[in-house]
């Protein structure tokens, strides 16, 4: 891990199927689509958000638990239906004047091959394909929506001496 690479971190952006869930599809009797999110990764997008890192979800499908759970952790910038990752990410770049240098992406699955070549701190969670992990800088402990974006914040967040921000909330005094 490099820390200098996390350092420049100011947006991290996150594929959803396999990342911010374990990749299961549950469809109703009506065939609507859920996942489940698991709460560590949720709480690892609010801190980010907090201390001002920018926080973005490309992904290949569409499903409206998504777009209400991206709602729910204030992440304003969402790409669904995304068949070119790629260009969803130079559009963030563009909106927010980023380089490539100052991303970190998640991903787990081949789509994520492109987006993770081009970023300055590619991300394969645990239970990525292999294929994919070739081009992580960082694999994750944890599995993908068991809290593997969470790990990945807090990592982000100590790098730059920032995760002291976020406990001084929670800590009390002696």
Known sequence: MSIQKLKRIRMVIMDVDGVLSDGRMIFDTQGAETKIFNTYDGAGVVYLNRVGIKTAIISGRFCYAVAFRAQELEIKDVYQNAKDKTEALNKL???????????????????????????????????????????????????????????????????????????ARYETNK
């Open 93 to 167: 770049m563009k909106k927010y004047n980023l380089s490539a240098e100052q991303i970190c992406y998640i991903g787990d699955d081949l789509p994520d091959i492109p987006i993770m070549r081009l970023v300055g701190y590619a991300v394969a969670v645990r239970n990525a394909r292999p294929e994919v992990k070739k081009y992580a800088h960082y694999v994750t402990k944890l599995c993908g929506g068991d809290g593997a974006v969470r790990e990945v914040a807090e990592k982000i967040l100590k790098a730059q001496n920032k995760w002291e921000l976020i406990m």
